[in-house]
């Protein structure tokens, strides 16, 4: 293993009670666009309808970010 392994140097090898709750970084109605530590998006809560209006708003403004299903 080499000092620098990657696989050592994430944040829950360092603090294993550390649980990422996520960052809200935009709400569409009742749904909200979450960014977590490891750099993934996910769209939680709200209806289909809201859930649809955050991917069409991504996908024209922000199209660099894959969004995960919660």
């Not at 829950?12 to 960014?35: C, H, M, N, R, Y």
């Not at 939680?44 to 209006?53: M, Q, V």
Request: proline share 4%.
């Amino acid at each position: 293993m080499r000092p620098c392994d990657p696989e050592r140097m994430k944040y829950k090898t360092f603090f294993p009670w550390f649980k990422d709750e996520g960052e809200i970084v935009a709400s569409f109605g009742q749904a909200q666009l979450v960014k977590f530590l490891d750099g993934e998006y996910t769209v939680r809560g709200g209806s289909n309808g809201d859930r649809i209006a955050a991917k069409e708003w991504i996908s024209l403004f922000w199209h660099d970010v894959v969004v995960q299903e919660s």
